[in-house]
């Protein structure tokens, strides 16, 4: 379910929105400078409706999209997706690479402990 940058940004919009919007609601929003042309938003939205990330409904003349994914689950699939194919499916080569040894404080490593054992992860989820 691998989705484009600008995809990303129109998928982000939408997560954000919580309910289903049109394609006249996702231009408004769009920024960075870059001109989004109606036709290119909508090819991004096929796009998106054939990677199974948003679902369209026909209201009067005009498209509404909602997700069909949560940010969370589609994190989540990205996630795995990126540790098989980049750390041959290891969570330790992961970790490896995101710290050096020495680079976490005390305090750290034990609230990572604590959510490895299935317990609290503090502020929340990870």
């Not at 042309?37 to 909602?66: M, S």
């Not at 299935?118 to 502020?123: A, H, L, Q």
Request: aromatic fraction near 10%; charge should be negative; glycine fraction near 10%.
């Amino acid at each position: 379910m691998k989705i484009s940058d600008s995809e990303m940004k129109i998928m982000n919009l939408i997560w954000e929105a919580g309910q289903p919007v049109t394609t006249a609601w996702i231009t408004q929003r769009l920024g960075d400078g870059i001109e989004w042309k109606a036709t290119t938003i909508l090819t991004f939205l096929a796009r998106l409706e054939e990677k199974g990330c948003v679902t369209v409904k026909k209201q009067g003349r005009q498209n509404l999209y909602e997700a069909a994914v949560t940010r969370e689950s589609y994190r989540r699939e990205e996630t795995r997706s990126f540790v098989e194919q980049i750390h041959g499916g290891s969570y330790r080569s992961l970790f490896a690479a995101l710290c050096a040894p020495g680079e976490l404080e005390a305090g750290e490593i034990e609230e990572l402990r604590r959510w490895f054992e299935g317990g609290d992860w503090e502020g929340g989820q990870p």
